[in-house]
């Protein structure tokens, strides 16, 4: 089902890297053509392209009071103690990257800081589609309360009955957001990034999409809204050796692959012996899963590779740059100091890729695609911006300042020079 | 000469904070053709755009270590002794925003931690041109080295001789960096993405640059490589109040707009009488100047703004979201509390943007065009991506995974849940 590489040549690694890619032609035609009708029609176009695009007729975008207390009401007792675990943790996890302000004095009389502050205004978007994903909400909303984030909106796709998921609704109003609304898609950045009559404009537009969503993401961000990151399909690499359990490891590969047919799924391992047993649990796990067709699907774009020395494995997990790596071997914390290209780690035979999707308390949104090799999943950070501050008092620039003087004349602007000069020239005479 | 406009109506305020654009239609043809000749002949592509562009006829691309030595040798002694201070700054700066480990037990048995690891290959722009900034070579090379970057390779064009300006390539030298190549422009940028023989390919590229840059940098962007920011036009807002000196206003006014004749200057005040006393500084200093002709120019695209409350005046700042901000006001430290978006804040009188242009420590890559509203400048964070890990035994397992299990089936991805039941299933039977 999956196919076997055995010791593949590092020339063949380029290919091997590389992710199933189906971008449609019409593409980015179709977003522009929706930013730009959002752009000089606002909530009419997004209540039109609720009805083209969700099968959903609804009149007003905004989710009520009453559709939220509805929510809170209807979510099973169980799901709603779950969530506060998972949220727990998740705080716990993300409050502990607060960073004190840092100040030096780099010079006597020169002092520097840094200093967090918090994006004024941020806009999530949430995928309706196959699965509610309210632990998104979760992994978003959580960080960008914490950071401080004075309006968060969030944008989702309302279902042909006109409702909003009331796991999301629930996970919500948990956090205090009260700011929903029932647009989906493209259209939903356009929105967010445009601003309409119902919805404010953000600064910066979170969360996970398909290639519309994306591409109008990409689209905004070159018009000047930040955004997280270019969000690809989903990935996990397992490394395991010939102790993994190879049901264990056939249920991770299967985990993800059940996410979408262009997900991509990557066994590696030192072990010949591993390869059958996991084949044989692939074949018994899929059959149960409601999902099937969809991990088959996957499978059509992933492998199974057999390596003969741990250098070139670990090497290969490098270049690869997996979104998930996990770790399933007896020696997982030192293969773990040799990875330097990942998203998110998971070390040891309990633990599963999905605790870190829920609720153990890292972020699940996460570079794909080989972006592990320069950029990182959402943190604190990511509803941060850190500001410079500097004063030098008058002895500090008598110091530094002919420093300057020097470097920008070096540099031909004498402009730059003069503005210390100036300073110099009555700092001594006064 | 810098027109004023007293008491400015918020719904004017978009327009004032609109930057100077002057994107040529025929930009991105022009840039996609450069990426392409260099992704098809590669080195010989650059060998013919140094002599195209840079007016340099050359055969090598990479600077020789005869070269290095030859412009080590040149630079004058003063400069080198200032670069050095500077040097030592920014490093104390950079070094001090180095981050423990993260590592937190969320729940009994569930480990997650978050680690910095450095970018592996990254690429350093250095625009030639009208100034030889080596100052940016400071500003990206000494962060890139503080992170652990494995290999770090700088592109700047040569002058029509052939040659890189010794300042440059001294700097080089000091901070260790012997990969110097001898290209400019887009064709730089395309190289550091797509690598030629000559120049390994990068993970992420760093540094300004002219349209072309910036453009190229947008559409390796899209193509995958990560970049530091899309810089446009130097900017820098000045908030003054009546005890302010206007030399030293007209300076810093000066300093920004000698940059480029697309750079934007913004006073902002709350003192009428200030006014004219800046502008008659400004008429004194701007015939000194030896690019007077460039900051004419960008003064067509600035203005001087008076507003009649402190509120006022501060909210039309965060929402201008300036690269460079001076408060050069008796109550600085208060105004800067209410700052929420801004590059970095120069406070008080003795404080020139120069320094920090050069040598207080902090950086100079700095978002442009209102992008600081979302955006950083360049920190040792920049260098680094962060990977979270998670270990979790057998007993956490058994704690947290029926919270997994309760959120997987309520997102309906049944896969999810089951690499936590059949993982259950065993730490409980052993």
């Given amino acids: 089902m999956m196919k076997v590489i055995e010791y593949p040549e590092k020339k063949e690694w380029d290919t091997l890297c590389k992710r199933p890619q189906i971008e449609l032609d019409s593409l980015e ?6 930013i730009s009708q959002v752009k000089t029609r606002g909530d009419s176009a997004l209540i039109e392209f609720a009805q083209r695009f969700d099968k959903a007729s609804i009149s007003t975008l905004e989710v009520t009071k009453d559709e939220i207390d509805e929510a809170v009401q209807s979510v099973d007792k169980e799901l709603k103690k779950a969530l506060l675990v998972a949220a727990s943790n998740i705080k716990k996890f993300h409050s502990a990257q607060q960073r004190p302000l840092l100040e ?3 010079m006597p009389g020169v002092y520097c800081w840094r200093k967090g502050v918090a994006i004024e205004r941020v806009g999530i ?9 309210f ?3 979760l992994m978003l909303a959580i960080p960008a309360t914490l950071a401080g ?13 006109g409702k909003i998921n009331a796991a999301i609704l629930y996970t919500a109003h948990q956090l205090g957001i009260s700011k929903i609304y029932k647009v989906g898609g493209a259209q939903a950045i356009a929105a967010l990034s445009i601003g309409t009559k119902s919805i404010a404009k953000v600064n910066k537009i979170f969360g996970p999409g398909n290639q519309y969503v994306t591409k109008a993401k990409q689209l905004v961000n070159q018009q000047g809204t930040a955004i997280d990151m270019p969000a690809g399909p989903s990935e996990v690499a397992v490394i395991a050796d010939e102790l993994a359990d190879a049901s ?8 993800q692959a059940e996410h979408g047919s262009d997900s991509q799924v990557m066994l590696v391992t030192l072990s010949k012996q591993l390869i059958p047993k996991v084949q044989q649990e692939l074949s018994i796990q899929l059959e149960k899963l409601p999902r099937k067709e969809i991990a088959r699907k996957a499978f059509e774009n992933s492998c199974i590779l057999l390596f003969d020395s741990e250098n070139k494995m670990i090497d290969f997990v490098n270049e690869y740059a997996p979104e998930h790596l996990i770790i399933n071997t007896a020696n997982c914390d030192q293969l773990s100091d040799k990875i330097i290209n990942a998203g998110s780690v998971f070390l040891g035979a309990y633990t599963p890729e999905s605790a870190g999707d829920y609720a153990s308390g890292t972020n699940h949104t996460l570079p794909t695609n080989g972006q592990a090799k320069a950029c990182s999943g959402i943190s604190l950070d990511s509803f941060l911006k850190f500001i410079t501050y500097q004063k030098i008092t008058k002895n500090g620039l008598n110091t530094l300042g002919p420093v300057v003087e020097l470097m920008a004349q070096a540099e031909e602007l004498m402009g730059h020079k003069e503005s210390v000069t100036i300073r110099l020239s009555k700092a001594t005479n006064k």
Avoid at 29 to 34: A, D, F, G, L, P
Avoid at 125 to 133: E, R, T, W
Avoid at 248 to 255: E, T, Y
């Fill in 29 to 34: 035609n179709s977003v522009k053509e929706i």
């Fill in 135 to 137: 632990s998104t909400l």
């Fill in 125 to 133: 978007y949430i995928p309706g589609g196959s699965a509610p994903l």
């Fill in 149 to 161: 984030c004075k309006e968060i909106v969030v944008c989702t796709p309302p279902s042909p009955n």
């Fill in 104 to 106: 030096v004095e780099t």
């Fill in 248 to 255: 264990f490891v056939a249920a991770d590969l299967l985990a």
